[in-house]
Nanobody
Framework: QVQLVESGGGLVQAGGSLRLSCAAS????????MGWFRQAPGKERDFVAF????????RYADSMKGRFTISRDNAKNTVYLQMNSLKPEDTAVYYC????????????????WGQGTQVTVSS
């Protein structure tokens, strides 16, 4: 069992930055690949970024490449999402999730989810 708690969301102006954190409970965090997803009002939950257990593999949705950076600290049981050059269309609830597969963008393959943190980007 893994419990995930996101933090770091908030209100930011367009062009600004935020760093999201996702803290995991338990001693098995390092055995899970981690993903970030987001869901805007009235829309489906979409893939944002992925990082493998050892951080040797990272993947991003096309619209986030060059702006977002995913990282992890297995000693702190935490995964991060650094978001730069934020745009109003980045406004959403951001979720972290844990998986033991390399399906990366497949939501149903993620076994554990956090409760989400709201990110609002004003124009």
């Amino acid at each position: 069992q893994v419990q995930l708690v996101e933090s770091g969301g908030g209100l930011v102006q367009a062009g600004g930055s935020l760093r999201l954190s996702c803290a995991a409970s338990g001693r098995t965090f390092s055995t899970y690949h981690m993903g970030w997803f987001r869901q805007a009002p009235g829309k489906e939950r979409d893939f944002v970024a992925f990082i493998s257990t050892s951080a040797s593999t990272t993947r991003y949705a096309d619209s986030m490449k060059g702006r977002f950076t995913i990282s992890r600290d297995n000693a702190k049981n935490t995964v991060y999402l650094q978001m730069n050059s934020l745009k109003p269309e980045d406004t959403a609830v951001y979720y972290c999730a844990a998986t033991r597969t390399m399906a990366i963008v497949v939501l149903s393959d993620y076994a554990y989810w956090g409760q989400g943190t709201q990110v609002t980007v004003s124009s």
